[in-house]
């Protein structure tokens, strides 16, 4: 037996006992073996993660000068805290699997991460931030809930934290649609008009269908993914259509419509095409949100130089 063949049986091995453990719902470890389209796999999807949580602050941002009131401005502040933290944790875990702070942000601002296809949109008014709450993190959550069982333990605790924050996130969101919603005719006019521009975005959110979506495959293999992008949009539009009746607004779709046999809803086309030119580049802020994060994140270089120079002073103590 020559050194090669050798080679080949410890990773069999190995392989083998990975995909053993992921069949019998164990949880993967940093430390444990694992193989390295696993590895890759989980860096692309943690980092565009993270990423999301990181760009979404931009749109809500824009809104807190201009919050209508104090308490909701105190609210709003909050909520775009949780999304920084969001998108630290998910960065600590992708840093588990081998990859830099320094390397996914480079991936973002050259393009080659992606992120949610959502927050290339704009927040024209108050109303679009009742819709981002109420529609953006509750399809979050809904995706989010189900990574909770992921297989990479890093990620699955990462999931579990945020889940927690999520769902107040869509109650202040759900809160500000039911307020303008039975407001003055101008308000709840402002409220339909923002659920009608966010909602198709927030079913692409999702991804692709599930005969169109290439990675789905490896993810349910590996149980990374837990249920399809399109088992969770359904779920999402599900729950959704039923809290707009209760504030009395209307889906935007005309073929939306109750399907008895399949106890669901029958929803009309989502716009695929617009959706492959937002994921790549052509959205109507992708330049705005990644010049915007490049500008902040060279201002605030000296804080990461502070914080160095300060962990190497303690270190050396
Ligand atoms: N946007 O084969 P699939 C939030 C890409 S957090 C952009 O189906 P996969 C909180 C996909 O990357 C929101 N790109 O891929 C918040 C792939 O391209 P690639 C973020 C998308 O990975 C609220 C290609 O299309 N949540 O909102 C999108 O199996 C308010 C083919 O797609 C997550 O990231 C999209 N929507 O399934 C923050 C959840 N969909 O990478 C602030 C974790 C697909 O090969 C304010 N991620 N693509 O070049 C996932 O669950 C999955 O990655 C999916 C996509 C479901 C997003």
């Not at 320094?102 to 927050?119: C, H, R």
């Not at 931030?129 to 953006?136: D, H, K, N, P, S």
């Not at 509750?138 to 297989?151: C, D, E, H, K, P």
């Not at 303008?180 to 009608?196: C, I, V």
Request: proline residues 4%.
């Amino acid at each position: 037996m020559n050194d090669t063949t050798t080679i080949n049986a410890k990773e069999e091995a190995l392989l083998a006992r990975f995909e053993e453990k992921v069949q019998n719902g164990d949880a993967i470890e940093p430390r444990d073996w694992m193989p390295e389209k696993y590895r890759k796999h989980l860096i692309r999807q943690i980092s565009q993660h993270a990423h999301s949580e990181v760009i979404g602050m931009q749109p809500e941002g824009n809104w807190v000068t201009r919050a209508p009131s104090l308490r909701a401005k105190q609210i709003l502040l909050a909520k775009i805290q949780d999304e920084g933290g969001h998108g630290l944790y998910l960065y600590s875990a992708c840093e588990t699997l081998g990859i830099s702070r320094e390397e996914m942000i480079e991936q973002l601002q050259s393009g080659k991460a992606k992120y949610s296809n959502i927050f290339n949109y704009q927040t024209l008014n108050w109303a679009d931030i009742g819709a981002v709450g109420w529609l953006v993190d509750g399809a979050a959550i809904v995706n989010q809930v189900s990574l909770q069982r992921t297989s990479y333990a890093p990620y699955s605790r990462a999931m579990v934290r945020i889940c927690k924050e999520e769902s107040f996130h869509q109650r202040q969101g759900y809160e500000i649609m039911a307020e303008m919603a039975k407001g003055t005719p101008e308000q709840s006019e402002m409220a339909q008009d923002a659920l009608n521009r966010w909602w198709w975005p927030s079913l692409m959110m999702f991804g692709p269908h599930d005969g169109d979506s290439p990675r789905s495959a490896d993810a349910f293999r590996w149980k990374i993914k837990r249920q399809t992008n399109d088992e969770l949009r359904q779920k999402f539009i599900d729950k959704t259509v039923q809290q707009a009746e209760v504030i009395g607004l209307t889906i935007p779709d005309p073929d939306l419509k109750w399907n008895e046999e399949k106890q669901c809803y029958d929803y009309g086309k989502i716009n695929w095409e617009e959706f492959n030119q937002v994921i790549n580049g052509n959205g109507p802020c992708n330049k705005q949100r990644i010049d915007h994060h490049k500008r902040v994140h060279t201002e605030g270089a000296w804080v990461r130089e502070a914080a160095e120079a300060y962990r190497l002073k303690t270190q050396n103590n």
